[in-house]
């Protein structure tokens, strides 16, 4: 089946660690997007790439890293200079001028 | 930037009608977008607009008026599965996203 697959579905940090989620699609989707849902409110774009090997800031990137080596994966690293991470993290890819479609999202907890 | 404003909290009866609205300010206005979120849940694509007009899709209807900034979501025979989130969501021409806070719409039997 096709689709946007995120790992893991829950996470915990530890304080000072780095931590990677995943965001993988078989879509053939040449743009993904990583957003941040604090509770309440609404999603707010952390980073996003059009194309391979290329990426940008979105409104909320410190602390945030990420990379696009390969098409169908767009991989989110939390750094430990992000001092509040907790929150539910959404992946989404778009298929030319359609819609973004998410993944099921990661929630990451502070231990 | 974005300006995006949509209701806190909206109930409705089973059955009922229900508008969400959403007003927004943008430079570079590429489509709206409705989504539903449920609890602990991704959003789910609802409907598109990106000319003037009212777009229906089953019990889902969304209109869009450029000139005013503005769009609602209606709802119609609402049942107790609608019960969810719904997010009003500005495209720019960059095809950036920017999302309201959401609308919590709770269905009453």
């Known amino acids: 089946d096709g689709g946007i697959t995120q790992s893991p579905k829950y996470l915990f940090r530890k304080e000072g660690q780095n931590v990677t989620l995943s965001c993988e699609q078989n879509?053939?989707?040449?743009?993904m997007y990583w957003y941040r849902q604090d509770p309440g409110q609404g999603l707010r774009l952390i980073y996003y790439?059009?194309?391979?090997?290329?990426?940008q800031k979105g409104d909320i990137a410190e602390g945030y890293s990420v990379s696009r080596e390969k098409k169908e994966s767009f991989p989110l690293t939390v750094t430990s200079a992000q001092k509040n991470p907790t929150a539910f993290y959404l992946c989404a890819s778009r298929p030319g001028n359609q819609p973004q479609h998410f993944g099921d999202g990661t929630r990451l907890s502070i231990l | 930037g974005q300006n995006i404003d949509q209701p806190t909290e909206m109930t409705a009866t089973e059955g009922a009608i229900v508008q969400i609205n959403c007003t927004y300010q943008?430079?570079?206005?590429?489509?709206l977008f409705w989504y539903q979120q449920h609890a602990g849940e991704a959003p789910t694509f609802l409907s598109y607009n990106v000319l003037d007009g009212l777009e229906e899709k089953g019990r889902f209807s969304s209109f869009l008026s450029r000139s005013k900034g503005y769009s609602y979501l209606l709802l119609k025979e609402l049942q107790m599965k609608d019960s969810a989130s719904y997010l009003c969501a500005v495209r720019e021409r960059d095809y950036k996203l920017s999302f309201g806070a959401g609308t919590t719409v709770t269905v009453r039997a």
């Open positions: 879509l053939n989707h040449d743009a």
């Open positions: 790439s059009q194309i391979v090997n290329d990426f």
């Open positions: 943008t430079s570079g206005f590429n489509g």
